[in-house]
C-alpha cells in the first residue's frame, strides 16, 4: 500500500514540474513575441505574471 502511495505522489511531482516548465516556456514565448511587436504594456504584464509564479 505504501508503495502505491509513493509511486502516485513521484508520478505528482513529475507532472508538476513538468506543467510549471510548459507555464515556463509559454510564457517566455509570449515575452518574446510582445518584444517582437514592442508592446511595452503587454511586456510588463507578463514579466509580473512571471514573478508572481515565480517562473522568471
Do not use: C, P, W
Not at 1 to 30: D, G, P, S, Y
Amino acid at each position: 500500500m505504501f508503495t502505491v502511495n509513493k509511486n502516485l505522489h513521484n508520478k505528482a511531482q513529475i507532472a508538476a514540474t513538468a506543467h510549471r516548465e510548459n507555464l515556463r516556456k509559454n510564457l517566455q514565448h509570449r515575452i518574446e513575441v510582445a518584444r517582437a511587436n514592442g508592446d511595452e504594456s503587454l511586456i510588463r504584464q507578463l514579466e509580473a505574471e512571471a514573478s508572481y509564479l515565480r517562473l522568471d
